[in-house]
């Protein structure tokens, strides 16, 4: 599920014009302060004394994952936090905790906010591109007055034991998932990292948000270009 219109895909006559309307935003570092999925699968783990024994005894495959990919690791841990749940019981979990995250002072970038909210009202075509959960992502916006903003996410399913990950929407990812929704060109990209480099190497202006002088070094050196340095709070 993708929030917003992002199907249509134009003729090669409108594919400029669109492309020159498109702005990307990552989520977490650029308009959200934090990892917005890893607080929830804390929060999952703070509500459930269960979760937390499941936890302990997955924690000998973690660590033999660990030297050859953290991922692996963190992927058992997310399945033991969404234990038990279905689509339907997930997305009440996700979306009641996205209504309270939304109410803590200073959790997101009022810098990044603003600027994505002039990014609409100039008629730009925004799309937050994210490593975080779908479901929780859209939430979140929509709780900000942002439900119209599009959302492509990480994605998940149900399995035999509760909800799966199958899609990590990190690094290329995010370049790949925007391709299949017919979104091969953009104009601007807002990100924070070196997972956001590939997102930031196909747009006409690469934005980094409070990139560190090293990180901005090499960024730049991988897209064989200068990028917009922003400091957002």
Request: charged fraction near 25%; hydrophobic fraction near 45%.
């Given at each position: 599920?993708?929030?917003?219109?992002?199907s249509?895909?134009?003729?090669?006559?409108?594919?400029?014009?669109?492309?020159?309307?498109i702005?990307?935003?990552?989520?977490?570092g650029?308009?959200?302060?934090?990892?917005?999925?890893?607080?929830?699968?804390?929060?999952?783990?703070?509500?459930?004394?269960?979760?937390?024994?499941l936890?302990l005894?997955?924690?000998?495959?973690?660590?033999?994952?660990?030297?050859?990919s953290?991922?692996?690791?963190?992927?058992?841990?997310?399945?033991?936090?969404?234990?038990g749940?279905?689509?339907?019981?997930?997305?009440?979990?996700?979306?009641?905790?996205a209504?309270?995250?939304?109410?803590?002072?200073?959790?997101f970038?009022?810098d990044?906010?603003?600027a994505?909210?002039?990014?609409?009202?100039?008629?730009d075509?925004?799309?937050?591109v994210?490593?975080?959960?779908?479901?929780?992502?859209?939430?979140?916006?929509?709780?900000?007055?942002?439900?119209?903003?599009g959302?492509?996410?990480s994605?998940?399913?149900?399995?035999?034991s509760?909800?799966?990950?199958?899609?990590?929407?990190?690094?290329?990812?995010?370049?790949?998932?925007?391709?299949?929704?017919?979104?091969?060109?953009?104009?601007?990209a807002?990100?924070d990292?070196m997972y956001?480099?590939?997102?930031?190497k196909?747009?006409?202006?690469?934005?980094?948000?409070?990139g560190?002088?090293k990180?901005?070094?090499?960024?730049?050196?991988?897209?064989?270009?200068?990028?917009t340095?922003?400091?957002?709070?």
């Amino acid at each position: 599920m993708v929030t917003g219109d992002l199907s249509t895909a134009p003729d090669a006559s409108g594919a400029d014009d669109r492309a020159s309307r498109i702005v990307l935003f990552d989520f977490d570092g650029v308009l959200f302060q934090g990892d917005s999925f890893s607080m929830f699968m804390r929060y999952r783990y703070q509500r459930s004394w269960l979760r937390k024994l499941l936890a302990l005894l997955v924690m000998p495959w973690c660590l033999l994952c660990l030297p050859f990919s953290r991922w692996w690791a963190a992927r058992a841990l997310v399945h033991v936090a969404l234990c038990g749940l279905g689509q339907q019981r997930y997305r009440l979990a996700a979306e009641d905790f996205a209504d309270q995250l939304v109410r803590r002072p200073r959790q997101f970038h009022r810098d990044g906010l603003q600027a994505l909210r002039r990014h609409v009202a100039d008629g730009d075509e925004v799309i937050v591109v994210t490593g975080c959960e779908q479901v929780l992502a859209a939430r979140l916006l929509s709780q900000l007055g942002l439900a119209e903003v599009g959302v492509i996410g990480s994605q998940l399913k149900p399995g035999w034991s509760g909800m799966r990950v199958t899609v990590h929407n990190v690094g290329r990812r995010k370049v790949q998932s925007l391709a299949a929704h017919g979104v091969k060109a953009w104009r601007v990209a807002y990100g924070d990292s070196m997972y956001d480099v590939a997102m930031l190497k196909q747009a006409r202006e690469a934005v980094l948000v409070n990139g560190t002088p090293k990180l901005c070094k090499r960024v730049e050196k991988i897209l064989g270009r200068s990028v917009t340095r922003v400091a957002w709070f």
